[in-house]
């Protein structure tokens, strides 16, 4: 019997796009945290689609909603695929849900055909990747790959409600949060799609990308102390004035990021104190944020960017306090799996551009416990987190069909031969 010619795939992702984005603490603005009732709302929604899909369907002890469709075998090892559905404040709606959205409609595809496969599929909802109310980000998924932090619980929202009490009020138990772990063996490996969430895909005119890494991150906040005075009395040569330094810093941090491939320097918040429009400066705090996809290139760009700072300071009479507030590892994608994505793009009928990814995803907690692959997809304008984050039609099927090639297409032989090698 001759099999039916797959429908096209990204109507309905677009349609449960939309019905997902309307899921919001606010009318007017997305915003959907982890353990708020639209959380679960969201999750619910999550949970019918998987299960029309096909799939079982479960909600972990972390509040992850994990979605199975089994292979020709039962309890075979699952190649896994996903995202999250928690968001920014005033977000955009394709952020995490494009994944899990598509993952979802290409298990779909395969029951409408009645296939399985020599593997499982399990496609997770990964509950809060943002960190948004509790500011530590990856909970859902960290507590998967088993490297959750007990000491988290203790953090408190915005209201002081702790990451223990709403866990409570959600009806989970944070006292077994280990029972969401999984082991290596249950996973051949991780594929996430996720918009590109930059402009160098748009730039390329290509829909979708390979990522190669996903960058790693150093934090730090700086607080240059110097002498508040009198506008109109301390001559201009005998400042010492904290928020021209900081300016001086600041300029002098985008110079070097601007000069050095590979490396991205923001500088996103400035307090100066006192603060009054007829005082000069005395206290300046700002933050760093620098990343990169090699942890080398990093460590040394901030190491440079660090004299640089206690230069300026020392020539300008400040005393200069710098605090490293974060430090993450870059994570390389497999390359065997990148391989596999690569030859799904070309089948599609597309060039394969490889690039790094400057946000963090899920996918770097994952990788503790297996290989990662990512397929991203081109953002209009390469706006994200904001509520102009868009995705044309035409590359939300791009992205579907890429994928779906990529699971129908999937061997575990270059992962095997990795593993030997390595």
């Not at 590109?196 to 890494?213: C, F, M, T």
């Not at 300008?316 to 306090?321: F, T």
């Not at 690039?355 to 990788?367: E, N, R, T, V, Y």
């Not at 779906?404 to 032989?413: G, H, Q, S, T, W």
Request: hydrophobic share 40%.
């Amino acid at each position: 019997m001759r099999e039916q010619a797959s429908p096209r795939l990204g109507p309905g992702i677009i349609a449960r796009i939309e019905e997902l984005g309307q899921i919001s603490e606010t009318p007017d603005a997305l915003t959907r945290v982890y353990l708020s009732s639209e959380h679960r709302r969201a999750g619910d929604l999550l949970a019918g689609w998987m299960r029309e899909a096909g799939m079982s369907a479960r909600v972990d002890a972390i509040g992850n909603v994990v979605g199975r469709y089994e292979g020709e075998e039962s309890r075979r090892p699952a190649l896994l695929l996903g995202s999250h559905y928690d968001t920014v404040r005033d977000a955009g709606k394709w952020d995490g849900p494009l994944g899990i959205v598509t993952a979802i409609a290409c298990v779909a595809e395969l029951n409408r055909r009645g296939k399985r496969l020599p593997f499982a599929i399990e496609v997770i909802a990964f509950a809060d990747e943002e960190g948004v109310r509790f500011a530590s980000t990856l909970l859902g998924s960290r507590a998967v790959a088993g490297t959750f932090d007990e000491g988290t619980l203790r953090a408190r929202d915005s209201d002081g409600v702790s990451l223990r009490e709403a866990m409570q009020r959600f009806g989970l138990d944070p006292d077994h949060i280990g029972a969401a772990a999984r082991a290596p063996g249950e996973f051949l490996g991780y594929i996430e799609l996720h918009i590109e969430q930059g402009p160098v895909l748009e730039a390329q005119a290509l829909p979708v990308g390979v990522v190669s890494a996903i960058s790693g991150a150093t934090r730090l906040n700086v607080t240059l102390e110097g002498m508040a005075g009198h506008a109109g009395t301390v001559p201009m040569a005998m400042r010492h004035d904290a928020l021209t330094g900081a300016a001086e810093c600041i300029v002098a941090i985008e110079t070097q990021c601007r000069n050095d491939i590979g490396l991205f320097g923001t500088v996103g918040y400035l307090r100066a104190d006192p603060g009054a429009s007829n005082v000069i400066p005395g206290r300046v705090i700002f933050t760093i944020d620098m990343r990169c996809a090699s942890d080398e290139h990093r460590r040394l760009a901030v190491a440079s960017a660090v004299k640089t700072i206690e230069r300026i300071a020392e020539t300008r009479g400040l005393r200069p306090q710098i605090d490293v507030t974060h430090e993450g590892r870059s994570v390389p994608c497999a390359s065997w799996l990148a391989t596999q994505i690569s030859e799904a793009i070309v089948r599609c009928g597309f060039a394969p551009m490889t690039l790094p990814s400057g946000a963090g995803h899920d996918g770097m907690a994952i990788a503790d416990i297996t290989d990662i692959g990512m397929i991203f997809v081109r953002c209009r304008g390469g706006v994200s987190h904001h509520p102009d984050e868009h995705v044309d039609d035409a590359d939300v099927e791009t992205g579907a069909r890429v994928l779906l090639d990529v699971i129908e297409n999937f061997r575990d032989e270059g992962r095997k031969k990795e593993k030997n090698n390595g």
